[in-house]
T-cell receptor
Framework: NAGVTQTPKFRVLKTGQSMTLLCAQDMNHEYMYWYRQDPGMGLRLIHY???????AKGEVPDGYNVSRLKKQNFLLGLESAAPSQTSVYFC?????????????FGPGTRLTVL | AQSVTQLDSQVPVFEEAPVELRCNYS??????LFWYVQYPNQGLQLLLKYLSGSTLVKGINGFEAEFNKSQTSFHLRKPSVHISDTAEYFC?????????????FGPGTRLSVLP
């Protein structure tokens, strides 16, 4: 049982390049989330999904797109990377998405945009 | 909107000493409170959570936290820390049943346990 995995672990992009981050979970969770973590700011929600085929915007969605074609996978895309998107990205999943639900996090992807 | 304050960005402490990491949240009718820990180069994992009932909550690895409604606080404590407790600790609050946007995380407190 791997839990939540993220690919890649590290990436360096040039401004204007595109990339996709992959998140996979094997816990059969309905809800999945993408966060970014910046120093002194905690985690901020980018996009989330309440089930296969659904996506919704979080607190900081601009410059990102997501897709959830399969229940176990949640993809985060950057169409035209900017230096402001340099951050650590975390994927998480939860069983039911309610107020009391525990979120399970992946190990993170460290992205640098030059 | 809900907000979470963690007053100490860094807390150095010697091994076997007690520690308290502070968390305050903005007032709300009802909240659920969480502490997550992030070990170096890893994702976050749940330490403990307060949902209802006893205001003293016990978590993994000997940590506990106390919910204080009047002071809108949820401070994390451990009576004797180990080197392995070196990590970043995040307080989080949930106050809306709006799927996917439940949690507001604090900025984190980096705990460094010194030998």
């Amino acid at each position: 049982n791997a839990g939540v995995t993220q690919t890649p672990k590290f990436r360096v992009l040039k401004t204007g390049q595109s990339m996709t981050l992959l998140c996979a979970q094997d816990m059969n969770h309905e809800y999945m989330y993408w966060y970014r973590q910046d120093p002194g700011m905690g985690l901020r929600l980018i996009h989330y999904s309440v089930g296969e085929g659904t996506t919704a915007k979080g607190e900081v969605p601009d410059g990102y797109n997501v897709s959830r074609l399969k229940k176990q996978n949640f993809l985060l895309g950057l169409e035209s990377a900017a230096p402001s998107q340099t951050s650590v990205y975390f994927c998480a999943s939860s069983s039911q998405g309610g107020r009391t639900d525990t979120q399970y996090f992946g190990p993170g992807t460290r992205l640098t945009v030059l | 909107a809900q907000s979470v304050t963690q007053l100490d960005s860094q807390v150095p402490v010697f091994e076997e000493a007690p520690v308290e990491l502070r968390c305050n949240y903005s007032s709300s009718v009802s909240v659920y409170l969480f502490w997550y820990v992030q070990y170096p180069n890893q994702g976050l994992q749940l330490l403990l959570k307060y949902l209802s009932g006893s205001t003293l909550v016990k978590g993994i690895n000997g940590f506990e936290a106390e919910f204080n409604k009047s002071q809108t606080s949820f401070h994390l404590r451990k009576p004797s820390v180990h080197i392995s407790d070196t990590a970043e600790y995040f307080c989080a609050v949930s106050d809306r049943d709006n799927y996917g946007q439940n949690f507001v995380f604090g900025p984190g407190t980096r705990l460094s346990v010194l030998p």
